[in-house]
């Protein structure tokens, strides 16, 4: 067929029999436990630890004494990155890589049902979405049981579970973990599974890079985890120089650490970036994109652009460990403010990394449960473009009480309290779509209310502690701990699991027991704010953080606080055996959209294909027309279907509002 | 809850995956733009890594901790940094100018400039691991010595990506030259390959200019001020 003939032909790409999955035309497909999977990976990670650990002790024996730190820390940084190198060799994220040097081309790939998908390197964005689903999931109970190790210590304030050391290492992962978890929560697992489907598109622009996005999480996520294995490191995750460099060897998993999933978290936002901005399915012009792509995009513009901060500030500090060079090491040139800054570069930004996914979930879904349209929608999509532009320009309230100018504290109160305007954009658009709404108090929308019940509180001790004398009153306190617990688990946990039993149903073809989401929702709820908010007094009452003594007089609010965290961590068991009961044990098929929802991705059949849509969607409208009388189409999925509020079945639908085709 | 939405089906799905010419062309214009916007975006996390670095130079110099940015003014060697910088500055024009000349339908042109730009590329990081051994400083001794090991291994690892990138771009050409044989080669093919190879070294060229213009700065910062 000449090159001509084959562009105006219909494609129509075989059934493979058995699936195949990626190789590289001209090299012979590897079938199933030949091919690489997670236990390739964990034999080649183990692997690469050893052989990075040992070529680090060759090179650098008798290399004993590296400049501030007292230690050797080669071998370690050397084994750290080869444990990695031999994960992402392990699992084939390096097939392609290396395959391209040859110039070759990965082979087009196909539907796989087998579920030892999810345990393999995978260019179907759903089977990254799900992998992240199951990671994030198990970052956040890490990090969830190391909180209830440090509250069952705060129990007592003289009677100690672990010695000061041990308390401050387990502070340390908790933040880190959490911490890491929490950029990825939304964004690795719904954003990858949901935005090509909710922009029209078949497939990722980069779906390698996505992948590699997910393995390196979990590599990243491994390497953090080690620190326990070598002492910990005392610094909490924020990881502040001086102590950074007198560490012990703990500090290294948590610098390479933090670098490794950086650099994950730069691909998985470059990669969603440029699909959103390339991908969109014709129609679908700026102000038709749902709300939540707009939130992942404003994400991925921070995910690509402050993160890079953040692995600079990791390969600064693996230099001062490794190469003996003096970035944060006062004595020797450099200055312990540099970590501060650079990190606070990326920190601060990390904040709305967080918080703007979340934003997004509630705007996507209070339409839904409203029946509404969304009120203000250019609003909350220029909310969210603000709140990320801002974010560069507030990371010095972090140095309030450290290195800078004085003089310099007004401008960064201002700008810092300039960002709850934008902020405040996006919870009025959530309150305007509430007004005189017939709500449906259906799970996802509990989750969706008390985020703002959540985000208003901890959005409202924000503005307290952009203001300087306030910040150096209860800096370093259980009072800013409270303040981000309330803005990061409050506003970021609360929307994504209002996300996840939302979408599960379309994930993964099951129902949610809604019972038992309710009560998983009301234990969350209650003993979340019975935890905090406590923690508010406790901290006005100068209680420091990171410090496992404490007054005698604040030991009843610090029990209080601890047994209601002990029922706030039962609540998570709730959501997993429900999660386990409806999705394995007794399953129940989903209806095909049990919100009766516009957006794009319940258009789909379910499970969604390999390919999304069966044709490519010509969008007409965005998808928030509910409760409109004479609502307009809003896309045409091709063959004679059309979407619209308000039709019954496929085959009474909307009127095409476009003039008939010549 | 009310069917208040029309949806299709889960039942009806169709058995295998079809493309309509349509499709194939809003695909095909998809993943060109990917490689514009992709190989921007790039450039722009690159940008803020070594804007950090450039942070931190001027934030040690400034703060001037117990008078250690730089004692003695002292410098790194000059020639060999004047070597790495004139070679990645030569190799960026050399891919400059070949892609100038590949839109000139012109394919060997692009292929033994691209060539000469990937080895000369490897050249400066050659000269890089050599000035490292040759430093009249210890990496810990002042701000300034910090500073340029940070740089030297971000140089590095910035050197091998667009090396890399500059030789998977050579070696698909030499396969697409087999494989596009009928339509022309991949300089001028309209076969969708060679349309993604076109703008694959579009954007390659890109980094590749935005690597000289990165040298050129540090190496003002590290051997002129």
Same mark, same amino acid.
């Given at each position: 067929m000449?090159?001509?003939?084959?562009?105006?032909?219909?494609?129509?790409?075989?059934?493979?029999t058995?699936?195949?999955?990626?190789?590289?035309?001209?090299?012979?497909?590897?079938?199933?436990?030949?091919?690489?999977?997670?236990?390739?990976?964990?034999?080649?990670?183990?692997?690469?630890?050893?052989?990075?650990?040992?070529?680090?002790?060759?090179?650098?024996?008798?290399?004993?004494?590296v400049a501030?730190?007292?230690?050797?820390? $080669?071998?370690?940084?050397?084994?750290?990155?080869?444990? $990695?190198?031999g994960?992402?060799?392990?699992?084939?994220?390096?097939n392609?890589?290396l395959?391209?040097?040859?110039?070759?081309?990965?082979?087009?790939?196909y539907e796989?049902?087998?579920?030892?998908?999810?345990?393999?390197?995978?260019?179907?964005?759903?089977?990254?979405?799900?992998?992240?689903?199951?990671?994030?999931?198990?970052?956040?109970? +890490?990090?969830?049981?190391?909180?209830?190790?440090?509250? +069952?210590?705060?129990?007592?304030p003289?009677?100690?579970?672990?010695?000061?050391?041990?308390?401050?290492?387990?502070?340390s992962?908790?933040?880190?973990?959490?911490m890491?978890?929490?950029?990825?929560?939304?964004?690795?697992p719904?954003?990858?599974?949901?935005?090509?489907?909710?922009i029209?598109?078949?497939?990722?622009?980069?779906?390698?890079?996505?992948?590699?996005?997910?393995?390196?999480?979990?590599?990243?996520?491994?390497?953090?985890?080690?620190?326990?294995?070598?002492?910990?490191?005392?610094?909490?995750w924020?990881?502040?120089?001086?102590?950074?460099?007198?560490?012990?060897?703990?500090?290294m998993?948590?610098?390479?650490?933090?670098?490794?999933?950086g650099?994950?978290?730069?691909?998985?936002?470059?990669?969603?970036?440029?699909?959103?901005?390339?991908?969109?399915?014709?129609?679908?012009?700026?102000?038709?994109?749902?709300?939540?792509?707009?939130?992942?995009?404003?994400?991925?513009?921070?995910?690509?652009?402050?993160? #890079?901060?953040?692995v600079?500030?990791?390969?600064?500090?693996?230099?001062?460990?490794?190469?003996?060079?003096?970035?944060y090491v006062?004595?020797?040139?450099?200055?312990?403010?540099?970590?501060?800054?650079?990190?606070?570069?990326?920190?601060?930004?990390e904040?709305?990394?967080?918080?703007?996914?979340?934003?997004?979930? $509630?705007?996507e879904l209070?339409?839904?449960?409203?029946?509404? #349209?969304?009120?203000?929608?250019?609003?909350?999509a220029?909310?969210?473009?603000?709140?990320?532009?801002?974010?560069?320009?507030?990371?010095?309230?972090?140095?309030?009480?450290?290195?800078?100018?004085?003089?310099?504290?007004?401008?960064?109160?201002?700008?810092?309290?300039?960002?709850?305007?934008? +902020?405040g954009?996006i919870? =009025?658009?959530?309150?305007?779509t509430?007004?005189?709404?017939?709500?449906r108090?259906?799970?996802?929308?509990?989750?969706?209310?008390?985020?703002?019940?959540?985000?208003?509180?901890?959005?409202?001790?924000?503005?307290?502690?952009?203001?300087?004398?306030?910040n150096? +009153?209860?800096?370093?306190?259980f009072?800013?701990?409270?303040?981000?617990?309330y803005?990061?688990?409050?506003?970021?946990?609360?929307?994504?699991?209002?996300?996840?039993?939302?979408? =599960?149903?379309?994930?993964?073809?099951?129902?949610?027991?809604?019972?038992?989401?309710?009560?998983?929702?009301?234990?969350?709820?209650?003993? %979340?704010?019975?935890?905090?908010?406590?923690?508010?007094l406790?901290?006005?009452?100068?209680q420091?953080?990171?410090?496992?003594e404490?007054?005698?007089? =604040?030991?009843?609010?610090?029990?209080?606080?601890?047994v209601?965290? %002990?029922?706030?961590?039962?609540?998570?068991?709730?959501?997993?055996?429900? %999660?386990?009961?409806?999705? %394995?044990?007794?399953?129940?098929?989903?209806?095909?959209?049990?919100?009766?929802?516009?957006?794009?991705?319940?258009?789909?059949?379910?499970?969604?294909?390999?390919?999304?849509?069966a044709?490519?969607?010509?969008?007409?409208?965005?998808?928030?027309h509910?409760g409109?009388?004479? #609502?307009?189409?809003?896309?045409?999925?091709?063959?004679?279907?059309l979407?619209?509020?308000?039709?019954?079945? #496929?085959?009474?639908?909307?009127?095409?509002?476009?003039?008939?085709?010549? | 809850?009310?069917?208040?939405?029309?949806?299709?089906?889960?039942?009806?799905?169709?058995?295998l995956?079809? /493309?309509?010419?349509?499709e194939?062309?809003?695909?095909?214009?998809?993943?060109?733009?990917?490689?514009?916007?992709?190989?921007?975006?790039?450039?722009?996390?690159?940008?803020?890594?070594?804007?950090?670095?450039?942070?931190?130079?001027?934030?040690?110099?400034?703060?001037?901790?117990?008078?250690?940015?730089?004692p003695?003014q *002292?410098?790194?060697?000059?020639? *060999?940094?004047?070597?790495?910088?004139?070679?990645?500055?030569?190799?960026?024009?050399?891919?400059?100018?070949?892609?100038?000349?590949?839109?000139?339908?012109?394919?060997?042109?692009?292929?033994?400039?691209?060539?000469?730009?990937?080895?000369? *590329?490897?050249?400066?990081?050659?000269?890089?691991?050599?000035?490292?051994?040759?430093?009249p400083?210890?990496?810990?001794?002042?701000?300034?010595? @910090?500073? !340029? *090991?940070g740089?030297?291994?971000?140089?590095?690892?910035?050197?091998?990506?667009?090396?890399?990138?500059?030789e998977?771009?050579?070696?698909?050409?030499?396969?697409?030259?087999?494989?596009?044989? /009928?339509?022309?080669?991949?300089?001028?093919?309209?076969?969708?390959?060679?349309?993604?190879?076109?703008?694959?070294?579009e @954007?390659?060229?890109?980094?590749?200019? !935005?690597?000289?213009?990165?040298?050129?700065l540090?190496?003002?910062? !590290?051997?002129?001020?």
């Amino acid at each position: 067929m000449t090159l001509a003939a084959e562009r105006e032909t219909e494609v129509v790409y075989p059934d493979p029999t058995p699936p195949v999955l990626g190789g590289f035309q001209g090299l012979p497909a590897r079938p199933g436990w030949f091919s690489q999977h997670l236990g390739t990976a964990a034999i080649l990670a183990v692997g690469g630890y050893l052989l990075g650990h040992w070529i680090g002790n060759v090179m650098t024996s008798g290399y004993d004494n590296v400049a501030a730190s007292g230690i050797n820390a $080669v071998p370690v940084t050397a084994g750290l990155l080869g444990g $990695v190198l031999g994960w992402l060799l392990g699992i084939g994220a390096l097939n392609y890589p290396l395959a391209k040097m040859a110039g070759m081309e990965p082979r087009p790939d196909y539907e796989s049902t087998s579920w030892t998908r999810y345990f393999r390197y995978t260019a179907d964005h759903k089977v990254v979405g799900m992998q992240y689903v199951i990671g994030v999931l198990g970052f956040l109970f +890490t990090g969830g049981l190391l909180a209830m190790a440090i509250r +069952t210590e705060l129990l007592s304030p003289t009677s100690h579970l672990f010695g000061p050391g041990t308390y401050i290492s387990i502070v340390s992962e908790h933040g880190t973990v959490m911490m890491m978890m929490a950029t990825s929560v939304i964004v690795g697992p719904l954003g990858n599974w949901l935005v090509p489907l909710m922009i029209g598109a078949r497939r990722t622009a980069f779906p390698r890079v996505e992948a590699f996005s997910f393995w390196i999480f979990t590599a990243g996520y491994l390497v953090i985890l080690s620190a326990l294995f070598y002492g910990g490191f005392p610094t909490g995750w924020t990881g502040y120089a001086p102590l950074q460099t007198q560490a012990p060897q703990g500090m290294m998993s948590y610098l390479v650490g933090f670098a490794v999933i950086g650099v994950g978290m730069m691909a998985a936002g470059f990669n969603l970036a440029v699909t959103i901005i390339n991908y969109r399915a014709p129609g679908m012009t700026w102000s038709r994109i749902p709300i939540f792509v707009w939130s992942i995009l404003a994400t991925c513009a921070l995910l690509t652009l402050a993160t #890079p901060t953040l692995v600079a500030a990791g390969l600064f500090g693996i230099l001062d460990h490794t190469a003996q060079t003096a970035f944060y090491v006062t004595e020797h040139g450099g200055s312990s403010f540099l970590w501060q800054n650079l990190f606070w570069f990326f920190g601060h930004p990390e904040v709305y990394i967080m918080a703007l996914p979340g934003f997004g979930i $509630v705007a996507e879904l209070l339409p839904v449960f409203t029946r509404k #349209p969304l009120f203000a929608y250019k609003v909350a999509a220029a909310g969210m473009i603000g709140v990320a532009l801002l974010s560069f320009f507030v990371w010095q309230h972090h140095l309030f009480q450290s290195g800078i100018n004085p003089d310099m504290r007004p401008l960064f109160m201002l700008t810092t309290e300039l960002i709850s305007i934008p +902020t405040g954009f996006i919870f =009025l658009v959530g309150m305007g779509t509430l007004y005189k709404a017939k709500i449906r108090f259906e799970v996802p929308m509990l989750f969706c209310l008390a985020v703002f019940f959540n985000f208003l509180i901890g959005g409202v001790t924000g503005v307290f502690l952009s203001d300087v004398p306030v910040n150096v +009153t209860v800096h370093g306190s259980f009072f800013v701990l409270a303040h981000f617990h309330y803005t990061i688990m409050g506003g970021l946990i609360f929307a994504f699991f209002g996300g996840l039993y939302y979408w =599960l149903p379309k994930m993964t073809g099951k129902t949610m027991n809604k019972k038992l989401g309710k009560i998983h929702f009301w234990l969350m709820f209650i003993f %979340f704010n019975l935890t905090f908010f406590p923690m508010f007094l406790i901290g006005l009452l100068g209680q420091p953080r990171r410090v496992f003594e404490y007054a005698h007089n =604040l030991q009843a609010l610090n029990d209080f606080a601890s047994v209601s965290s %002990f029922v706030l961590g039962a609540s998570f068991l709730v959501f997993v055996a429900n %999660f386990v009961w409806s999705i %394995f044990i007794k399953p129940t098929p989903s209806p095909a959209n049990p919100w009766d929802s516009l957006g794009l991705e319940w258009q789909t059949p379910t499970p969604v294909p390999y390919y999304n849509f069966a044709r490519i969607p010509v969008v007409l409208n965005d998808p928030y027309h509910y409760g409109e009388e004479n #609502p307009p189409a809003i896309a045409d999925l091709g063959d004679g279907i059309l979407v619209a509020a308000g039709a019954s079945s #496929p085959a009474s639908v909307a009127e095409d509002p476009r003039p008939p085709a010549e | 809850m009310s069917g208040e939405t029309a949806v299709t089906d889960t039942a009806d799905k169709p058995a295998l995956f079809t /493309e309509t010419p349509e499709e194939r062309e809003f695909e095909l214009r998809a993943a060109v733009g990917s490689y514009w916007t992709g190989g921007r975006l790039l450039i722009g996390m690159y940008t803020f890594l070594f804007a950090s670095l450039a942070f931190a130079y001027f934030y040690l110099k400034s703060n001037n901790s117990g008078q250690l940015w730089r004692p003695k003014q *002292i410098t790194a060697p000059t020639g *060999i940094g004047w070597a790495i910088f004139a070679v990645v500055a030569t190799s960026a024009l050399l891919a400059i100018y070949g892609q100038w000349r590949m839109r000139k339908d012109s394919l060997l042109d692009w292929e033994v400039s691209g060539w000469v730009a990937v080895l000369g *590329i490897l050249v400066a990081v050659g000269l890089q691991v050599w000035q490292l051994t040759q430093l009249p400083f210890f990496p810990g001794s002042s701000g300034y010595a @910090s500073c !340029f *090991i940070g740089w030297a291994v971000m140089n590095i690892m910035m050197l091998l990506g667009g090396a890399y990138w500059l030789e998977t771009n050579l070696a698909l050409c030499l396969r697409l030259k087999r494989l596009d044989a /009928e339509d022309g080669d991949p300089s001028t093919s309209s076969g969708p390959s060679a349309q993604l190879f076109r703008a694959n070294v579009e @954007s390659c060229t890109y980094f590749f200019g !935005f690597m000289a213009v990165v040298s050129g700065l540090f190496w003002v910062f !590290f051997y002129l001020i």
